[in-house]
């Protein structure tokens, strides 16, 4: 049987079928990775149930393109905190410059979780767009988040990321091993500046 033929009629029994059905279609339908069920898999991004769009979010990662990324922006609004968390996680697998104002949103999700994924995200866009996002993060509410951040926004070796660093609480500090560990260090935390590539502003706390 031709693919084509096998898609469209995927497509042609998705409406009216059980929840349980469309699930698995959508799962079907991002395994074939065919780009004719795009559309279709959006506007599965609207169903009632959440297992359909966390399928359809799934199936629109595997395919990949920019009208899915595109797609993938509708879920930050998504009522469902797993549906906001997984999209932000397939976006942050597809990441360019214009995934920026999306994963920005989410770094102010009202669940820490998607903050969390948001600002692992914004770690992985190319260039330095996202640091202005992520110093924000730094404020975050949630521990758990700022380290996040914090453990992120040193990959960028950012001059704008030294000063905020420095000024973090002393609860929130470099995991070893981490960028930051190596770029600039927290004030009573691991010693500042171990790698070559210290900023001339990066001058050790009083």
Not at 130 to 147: F, I, K, M, P, T
Request: aromatic share 2%; charged share 25%.
């Amino acid at each position: 049987i031709p693919l084509k033929t096998v898609v469209e009629k995927l497509l042609s029994v998705i409406a009216g079928s059980p929840a349980t059905t469309r699930r698995r279609i959508a799962r079907v339908l991002g395994a074939i990775g065919d780009v004719r069920a795009l559309t279709r898999l959006s506007d599965m991004l609207s169903d009632p149930d959440e297992g359909v769009r966390l399928a359809a979010v799934a199936a629109l990662g595997a395919i990949g393109s920019q009208q899915a990324s595109w797609a993938l922006a509708r879920c930050v609004d998504d009522q469902s905190e797993k549906v906001r968390r997984r999209a932000v996680e397939v976006i942050s697998g597809m990441p360019d410059e214009r995934s920026l104002p999306v994963l920005g949103k989410a770094l102010a999700d009202r669940s820490p979780d998607v903050r969390g994924a948001a600002a692992i995200g914004l770690g992985k866009v190319p260039g330095t767009e996202a640091v202005a996002h992520l110093l924000r993060g730094l404020a975050d509410g949630s521990e758990e988040v700022r380290q996040t951040v914090v453990d992120t926004v040193g990959a960028y070796r950012d001059v704008r990321t030294v000063e905020p660093l420095i000024g973090m609480p002393v609860t929130t500090v470099p995991m070893p091993g981490s960028e930051n560990t190596r770029w600039i260090g927290i004030r009573n935390g691991p010693p500042l500046c171990r790698g070559s590539t210290c900023s001339a502003r990066a001058k050790p706390a009083a």
